[in-house]
């Protein structure tokens, strides 16, 4: 099983001082969109917690990217992470499993038949 993370998981799993021990103890992957909200944009905004997620991701979570192509389908109002976290579970729906809270999401990944 591999978690695909979205950027409001990494951030809210890292505010509870969880995010290092799931993504030590699971195959974790997140998409390039997702660190650049949750780390790299987040560290020009001045958010503080970037450093320590991007401390985490380096040493457990792998960042893979997609191509365009692989993102057809997902409605626009969808931001890039979103899409991106989607064409990664869709490559291997029967071993990812979606990690978001954003309910919104969820329910098209519901409705995709895709793990979450």
Same mark, same amino acid.
């Given at each position: 099983?591999?978690?695909? #993370?979205? =950027?409001?998981?990494?951030?809210?799993?890292? /505010?509870?001082? =969880?995010?290092?021990?799931?993504?030590?103890?699971?195959?974790?992957?997140?998409?390039? =969109?997702?660190? $650049?909200?949750?780390?790299?944009? =987040?560290?020009?905004?001045?958010? #503080?917690?970037?450093?320590?997620?991007?401390?985490?991701?380096?040493?457990?979570?792998?960042?893979?990217?997609?191509?365009?192509?692989?993102?057809?389908?997902?409605?626009?109002?969808?931001?890039?992470?979103?899409? $991106? *976290?989607?064409?990664?579970?869709?490559?291997?729906?029967?071993?990812?499993?979606?990690?978001?809270?954003?309910?919104?999401? *969820?329910?098209?990944? /519901? $409705?995709?038949?895709? /793990?979450?």
């Amino acid at each position: 099983m591999t978690l695909i #993370l979205d =950027a409001d998981a990494l951030i809210k799993l890292n /505010r509870i001082g =969880a995010l290092d021990l799931v993504a030590s103890n699971s195959e974790c992957i997140i998409p390039g =969109a997702v660190y $650049q909200e949750a780390v790299a944009d =987040a560290r020009v905004a001045g958010y #503080l917690d970037s450093d320590a997620i991007d401390l985490v991701v380096r040493r457990h979570i792998r960042v893979e990217t997609t191509s365009d192509l692989e993102q057809v389908g997902v409605p626009n109002h969808f931001g890039a992470g979103e899409k $991106q *976290v989607l064409a990664l579970a869709m490559r291997d729906p029967q071993e990812s499993v979606v990690v978001s809270d954003d309910q919104v999401f *969820v329910n098209l990944v /519901r $409705q995709l038949e895709v /793990r979450f």
